[in-house]
């Protein structure tokens, strides 16, 4: 069986959560990303895809 290799993303905050909503600011944190300049990986998926799209603005996304 051939194994199926998941990509993951690097997830950058690159603008502060002051003034956004409080959905975007939960999103962000689940993305685990408390202060700018952090970075995570997560793994590229629907779930993490969709978190993305809804804090676009605040975070910088690439390949890893």
Do not use: F, R, Y
């Amino acid at each position: 069986m051939a194994t199926k290799k998941t990509s993951t993303l690097k997830i950058k905050l690159v603008k502060s959560t002051i003034g956004c909503k409080k959905d975007q600011i939960a999103t962000v944190e689940a993305l685990g990303l408390h202060k700018i300049g952090e970075v995570v990986s997560q793994p590229k998926n629907d779930a993490t895809m969709g978190k993305i799209k809804k804090v676009i603005h605040l975070v910088e996304v690439t390949e890893a």
